[in-house]
């Protein structure tokens, strides 16, 4: 991941200065700002900040499921009334919310900054130039592994490639450990969980043009690889996402590797709390030797404003606030592990402090730090999540093979969403 000079740091708090102060007017300014858990918790620790700096502005923080704030938020857009002053949004699902023409246009205060911040999450915020949001955070994938098992079995880690991973969960599961885990049942859930792989490889879906790509030749190799890791290789543990059955795995040292982000350590904290010290992370496996050390996403967010708010400008110091601040993106790692868009964060030492759960070991130095998060194309995604779900599903079912689910998926793609 690149990092930036700390010169952005300076015109990251020029843009927030520059923004009107309100004056009197202002004085008794209350905005609401729609998240969920960990980004609430986040928000929760670092309003008092704004609150101090900001002595006219007190914000409100609602905690809504994730899901259920998109659909909201986007008939609160369309109704031009409902919604709040700002809103975390999925960055998977934002190109949903611009033909609405109900954001508010961020490009002045966000265009000092655009060096900031990873390309691909720049290029997400809008179209034609402009941008309608202010990022927020970004999610690459790692790899959590049960130390104790691999040194057991005579496995070293870190393990580069996925041809390593495979070879390494043939040996645990001879003894009935999996090395990971595939969400099967998939659903419109299952699906970031495979985008991971796709974009960790720029196995694209989409062309930057927003045409389906046809007889996609390395998105078809990369479901037939999912799909051997628990049916040819049986190597993967299968489940739903979070499923009761996979946490009792994890308790039962019957899952010994997992491919997520960092705010997985978390929940496993949570659910096996009895496991510390014997988690470790490595960095995403390369798809080959020769092939760069890239990683993909569990999604990732972003902070948007609709035009219909009665406090567009606190609204706006807010959203940058939380996004384009060095101060308070540190604070989003540390509350979630939630890696921050921010590019100046990436340089606090905070990122580099070891885990009690994980022996010592820093998650963001030993797993994150030497992987480049690849751009993804999400177009329509909204539609495009239940379409390959569905096919997942078709497939883990076994009533089609990999080759004909993809198939299907670039068809309906292209048939539903016109493109």
């Not at 998939?186 to 699906?191: H, I, L």
């Not at 996402?241 to 949570?270: C, H, M, T």
């Not at 940058?320 to 868009?341: D, Y």
Request: proline fraction near 5%; aromatic fraction near 12%.
């Amino acid at each position: 991941m690149t990092m930036f000079d700390r010169r952005a740091v300076l015109a990251g708090m020029a843009a927030t200065a520059a923004m009107p102060a309100g004056g009197s007017a202002q004085a008794r300014t209350k905005i609401t700002y729609w998240a969920w858990t960990e980004h609430v918790a986040a928000a929760n620790a670092v309003k008092g900040e704004f609150e101090k700096q900001n002595p006219g502005i007190t914000v409100e923080v609602a905690n809504l499921n994730p899901f259920d704030l998109q659909d909201k938020f986007l008939v609160a857009l369309a109704a031009g009334a409902g919604g709040p002053d700002v809103a975390l949004i999925l960055q998977r699902r934002f190109d949903g919310y611009l033909p609405t023409g109900g954001l508010l246009d961020t490009t002045a205060a966000m265009a000092p900054l655009k060096d900031s911040f990873p390309a691909s999450v720049y290029a997400s915020l809008g179209t034609g130039g402009k941008t309608f949001a202010v990022p927020y955070d970004q999610n690459p994938a790692l790899y959590f592994y049960r130390a104790d098992i691999f040194e057991a079995n005579g496995i070293k880690a870190p393990l580069e490639t996925w041809e390593d991973v495979v070879a390494a969960g043939r040996v645990l599961a001879a003894k009935g450990i999996f090395i990971g885990h595939v969400s099967s049942p998939s659903g419109v859930p299952g699906v970031a969980n495979f985008v991971q792989y796709l974009q960790s490889r720029n196995a694209q879906i989409f062309a930057a043009d927003g045409k389906v790509i046809r007889d996609n030749k390395l998105a078809r190799e990369t479901l037939q690889f999912y799909f051997d890791l628990a049916r040819k290789e049986k190597v993967a543990f299968e489940s739903r996402n979070n499923a009761p059955e996979f946490f009792q795995a994890i308790k039962d040292s019957r899952i010994a590797g997992y491919a997520v982000p960092a705010w997985a350590v978390f929940r496993l904290q949570k659910e096996a709390p009895e496991h510390a010290g014997k988690w470790r992370v490595m960095p995403w496996p390369k798809w080959s030797k020769d092939q760069p050390a890239t990683t993909g996403a569990w999604g990732g967010n972003v902070l948007a404003i609709p035009k219909s708010s009665r406090n567009k400008e606190a609204a706006l110091k807010w959203a940058m606030f939380i996004g384009a601040n060095e101060l308070t993106q540190v604070k989003i790692w540390q509350e979630g592990h939630l890696v921050p868009a921010f590019a100046p964060a990436l340089r606090s030492p905070e990122l580099l402090k070891g885990e009690a759960y994980l022996g010592g070991q820093s998650i963001y130095e030993a797993g994150l730090k030497d992987r480049t998060l690849n751009g993804f194309n999400y177009f329509d995604w909204a539609k495009a999540e239940v379409i390959i779900g569905n096919e997942l599903d078709l497939m883990f079912g076994g009533k089609k093979s990999p080759a004909d689910a993809w198939a299907e998926v670039e068809k309906q793609l292209a048939g539903q969403l016109g493109r």
